[in-house]
């Protein structure tokens, strides 16, 4: 069993930067692909940001060139630096990440971008 454990999220006026956390504390498996979704109200969750444990990335169109994901493998960690920052980009943000065949999920983080 992997906890992610999510953090960072806040409110912030359009233009503005957030850096979102994502740990999985206490794992003794290794972590494999690590992704950012997020979900608006009234809306499906979708894909913002992927890294593999080799540090292959793929972004959605939407954020490329603002967003900038990243993972620290000694530590499970994974972040995701978010700059320019717009009122759509209001979500939960949710860390999902694979380990040993199965995937797991984070609780979540509110992202307010204000306009």
């Known amino acids: 069993q992997v906890q992610l454990v999510e953090s960072g999220g806040g409110l912030v006026q359009a233009g503005g930067s957030l850096r979102l956390s994502c740990a999985a504390p206490?794992?003794?498996?290794?972590?494999?692909?690590m992704r950012w979704y997020r979900q608006a109200p009234g809306k499906q969750r979708e894909l913002v940001a992927g890294i593999t444990y080799a540090g292959t990335i793929n972004y959605a169109d939407s954020v490329k060139g603002r967003f900038t994901i990243s993972r620290y493998n000694a530590a499970n960690t994974m972040y995701l630096q978010m700059n320019s920052l717009k009122p759509e980009d209001t979500a939960t943000y949710y860390c999902?990440?694979?380990?040993?065949?199965?995937?797991?999920w984070g609780q979540g983080t509110q992202v307010t971008v204000s306009s």
């Open positions: 999902n990440a694979d380990s040993r065949g199965s995937q797991y």
């Open positions: 206490g794992s003794i498996f290794s972590i494999g692909a």
